[in-house]
């Protein structure tokens, strides 16, 4: 990891990949798609 240029590319490319596996944002469509199909099941 000397080349500091590839190592500043890898750290912005592991950011992207912690933001697009967040918990929160995988799990809002399942909450949305439950709440829709529970609707009336109460």
Do not use: H
């Not at 990891?1 to 918990?23: P, V, W, Y």
């Not at 469509?29 to 529970?38: D, H, L, M, N």
């Amino acid at each position: 990891m000397t080349d500091t240029e590839q190592r500043k590319r890898l750290g912005q490319e592991a950011l992207k990949i912690t933001e697009r596996f967040s918990l929160e944002r995988n799990c809002a469509p399942w909450k949305e798609a439950i709440g829709r199909v529970t609707v009336g099941y109460r």
